[in-house]
């Protein structure tokens, strides 16, 4: 082995026999002996890593991997955190061979920091050996930090292949879960009591928000432990919640504000905000921050509790990640400063004195100087909490010129967006990850005509696997699955045409009879399916399934589904009962829902296709009128000054909320009714918006999926089917039809 002054030796065990290693798992590090004293910053710390292929113990293989370098540029944050840094990456080194035995947060951030770091081009089962100490069975305290390094091990490797870790995780998941509902007991271990049930009801809800990172396809697991942790941040926004809502409750009999369990909400509060992209967890977020403010001395740590009696390191150190995560979300600097003074404190302030006896504190330092760093510089894709998704026109690109012209306006955004969805958003077996449902038909489309024939067929394969036993739930892509088969009916090298046509009879049925259960108004369905998936309400609904049911018509004008499902009439009998049900006159708009008074994009943007659609099937003037009233009355909603459509009326002005999803419904049913009225002002309306969606949600090579408070989301904030279907609206745009 190399005795470079900066190296440590690890030798990992690694029988070929399937599973073998994960139960006989041998992980150590050592420094060489030239080492001692050496000091490993700036230059790279190599890991040897010794793999023993032992098939009978006859087969050797030595892997070298490496640390890679990381040398802090003077306008980072992290650049006066240099040495910390250095030394907190040489603890952790030394440290991973006790991740395995470790009782406190070291299993957690001492991963956090080594994953990262590997240098590029490791092996998918390298990374796993790295992590096999981290997958063995404990009780539920230890799993809530050595589930944590599982997930930073698992952000080094492919989305989808990761079996060992992904069983690791669900089971971890189910023990901590379990443990949970006795939450008292749970939180009565030496290590945890100061967190609090509150506290740790927080962290437990962020390990299940996590999973959603790193599993995001088909796995029906992404979507429980998802919901878990949802059920769990919203029980703890309603029941611990101080009674001036200026922070967090510590127990469910207490009244008094301390540091430990409004720190672990921030996690919570700002994964269910990236998850679910609903602002209303970010505001919350946002106001434990400000309700912590009391706490914080001088120097810039905080103190534990209102009497400012005692500060903890470990509560600051927690606090300074979620608050550098929250300057991530917010694109707000002062939660940056604030990080940047806990970090000082920990690193040359009087926490120092508490990192030369506590590893996990000293790991969780060096995290959050890369954290810091990667907000700042260098952005980092595979550190815990970032997944950020940047634009940029790939070399393989294929010719583009059958989806836009060489001179259309928005061809950079186009070409920029469409390398990123091609080949940097994960895909595996036809489903795209960070999809709320509406991803296949949009991405089908977009593929078919760029001639990627194989992925467009596994994405349509999907579509029809869940047409095999439809359910409520899978409403949502089903429904966008059946643009895909519309766009493969007249390309027969994708799919057969009787096998498109057989896929949208069934979708067309089947949403078809349930609108005529739900007597058209859609309240059941929408009391079923949660909102459409997200509290969208029955409006948005009627009019998605209005849309299917005259889409089929104009492919099929002479067609019926079955003797008594006629999509014609169901696609005007869903139209006609909104105007009757959710039309708001004296507003020309159309609710939500009946009980609901805000003016909402979403659900008056999707009306107005349906009401285009049957326009242009019937010629009926009645409902191309309608549709231009509907358009008026979102007149509240329009931002003159970025040309884009509020949300919604609860969230205009300064620091309104301007989202890619409405806005681009918007501009798409802007596009036709100008095409259906001949009418310029809508067109030019339409590019308001799209210019809008150019500059500010696709600025600075990230994909952005709002504005709010007058600041860009996080690039974190990630949904797939929202950036297919505006390639879908632009392709539309740049066809003039």
Not at 379 to 406: H, K, Q, W, Y
Not at 459 to 487: C, K, Q
């Amino acid at each position: 082995m190399n005795a470079d002054a900066n190296r440590w030796t690890t030798v990992v065990g690694v029988p070929t026999r399937k599973h073998w290693w994960r139960r006989h798992p041998r992980l150590r590090v050592r420094r060489s002996a030239r080492a001692r004293g050496a000091r490993p910053y700036p230059s790279a710390v190599p890991l040897f890593v010794l793999i023993v292929f032992s098939l009978n113990g006859v087969a050797r293989a030595d892997q070298t991997v490496s640390l890679a370098a990381r040398d802090f540029a003077p306008a980072s944050s992290a650049a006066p955190f240099r040495d910390a840094f250095g030394s907190a990456r040489r603890r952790a080194a030394d440290t991973t061979a006790v991740w395995s035995s470790a009782s406190d947060d070291l299993s957690a951030w001492g991963p956090a920091l080594i994953f990262p770091l590997l240098g590029a081009g490791l092996s998918s089962e390298t990374v796993q050996a790295l992590a096999a100490p981290l997958e063995g069975t404990d009780p539920a305290p230890k799993l809530v930090w050595r589930t944590l390094g599982l997930y930073a091990a698992k952000s080094r490797v492919p989305f989808d292949d990761t079996p060992a870790l992904l069983a690791a995780v669900n089971r971890n998941l189910r023990t901590i879960n379990r443990a949970a509902r006795d939450i008292d007991a749970f939180v009565d271990t030496p290590d945890l009591k100061p967190w609090g049930t509150v506290g740790l009801s927080a962290w437990v809800a962020y390990l299940n928000l996590l999973f959603r990172d790193y599993w995001d396809l088909g796995d029906p697991g992404a979507e429980s432990w998802n919901a878990d942790g949802l059920k769990l941040v919203d029980d703890l926004l309603t029941r611990t919640l101080l009674p001036d809502g200026k922070g967090f409750r510590a127990e469910l009999r207490s009244d008094e504000l301390k540091l430990w369990p409004t720190a672990l909400m921030l996690y919570a509060l700002i994964k269910a905000y990236e998850n679910e992209e609903l602002v209303k967890y970010e505001t919350a977020a946002i106001e434990a921050a400000q309700a912590l403010e009391p706490l914080r001395g001088g120097d810039g740590a905080y103190f534990s509790t209102a009497d400012r009696a005692a500060i903890d390191p470990h509560a600051n150190a927690y606090l300074a990640g979620a608050l550098l995560l929250l300057a991530k979300d917010t694109g707000d600097a002062e939660y940056q400063q604030r990080a940047r003074a806990i970090i000082r404190w920990l690193a040359s302030g009087p926490g120092a004195a508490w990192l030369a006896r506590d590893a996990g504190l000293e790991t969780h330092l060096g995290y959050l100087i890369l954290l810091a760093d990667s907000l700042a510089t260098q952005p980092f894709e595979n550190l815990i909490g970032r997944r950020a998704m940047r634009t940029g026109v790939a070399p393989a690109l294929p010719d583009l010129t059958s989806l836009r012209p060489n001179d259309f306006r928005y061809r950079n955004m186009f070409d920029g967006l469409l390398g990123t969805l091609l080949y940097r958003v994960p895909r595996a077996r036809g489903d795209f990850a960070y999809d709320y449902g509406d991803a296949p038909g949009y991405a089908a489309e977009i593929l078919i005509a760029a001639g990627r024939v194989e992925p467009a067929r596994e994405v349509l394969a999907r579509a029809h696997a869940l047409l095999a036993w439809p359910r409520a739930r899978d409403l949502d892509e089903m429904a966008f699955g059946a643009h895909g088969f519309y766009a493969a009916l007249d390309r027969p090298d994708v799919l057969p045409r009787e096998e498109s046509e057989a896929a949208l009879r069934r979708v067309t049925l089947f949403s078809g009879a349930l609108a005529m259960m739900d007597r058209y108004d859609m309240d059941l369905i929408d009391w079923l399916t949660g909102g459409g998936g997200f509290d969208y309400g029955p409006t948005v609904i009627a009019a998605q399934i209005a849309e299917l049911q005259l889409e089929f018509v104009h492919a099929f004008p002479q067609q019926r589904i079955a003797w008594m499902i006629h999509p014609l009439a169901i696609g005007r009998a869903l139209v006609d009962t909104a105007d009757a049900v959710v039309w708001d006159e004296s507003h020309r708009i159309y609710r939500s829902r009946p009980s609901d008074d805000a003016v909402r994009l979403l659900p008056n943007a999707m009306m107005v296709l349906a009401l285009l659609q049957l326009h242009g099937i019937t010629g009926e003037p009645g409902y191309l009128e309608r549709a231009e009233s509907a358009i008026e009355g979102l007149t509240p909603l329009w931002n003159s000054q970025s040309g884009g459509y509020f949300a919604s009326s609860e969230q205009v002005g300064r620091d309104g909320y301007l989202s890619l999803s409405t806005n681009s419904y918007a501009a798409l049913a802007l596009h036709r009714l100008a095409v259906a009225t001949g009418k310029p002002m809508y067109e030019t309306r339409a590019n308001a918006v799209l210019e809008f969606i150019q500059r500010d949600l696709y600025a600075d090579g990230i994909a952005y999926h709002h504005v709010y408070r007058g600041r860009r989301s996080a690039g974190d904030v990630w949904c797939t089917g929202c950036n297919w279907r505006v390639l879908s609206v632009l392709r539309e745009v740049a066809s003039g039809k």
